[in-house]
């Protein structure tokens, strides 16, 4: 998805991490939890302007 599409259709996005299928702090496919929560404040911080 393109960043000028994302800018001008999605208002509002919502992502779901579950404890219950990590184990370590990773993810089944090696997702590390902490840097994926980190990224995810990062874009939500971008798109309000909080940055």
């Known amino acids: 998805m393109a960043?000028?599409?994302?800018?001008?259709c999605c208002d509002e996005a919502?992502?779901?991490v579950s404890d219950e299928v990590l184990s370590g702090g990773r993810s089944?496919?090696?997702f590390n939890t902490a840097q994926?929560?980190?990224?995810?404040?990062?874009?939500?911080?971008e798109r309000v302007g909080r940055k």
């Open 3 to 8: 960043s000028s599409f994302l800018a001008a």
């Open 14 to 16: 919502i992502a779901y």
């Open 28 to 30: 089944p496919e090696g």
């Open 36 to 45: 994926l929560l980190a990224d995810l404040k990062a874009l939500g911080e």
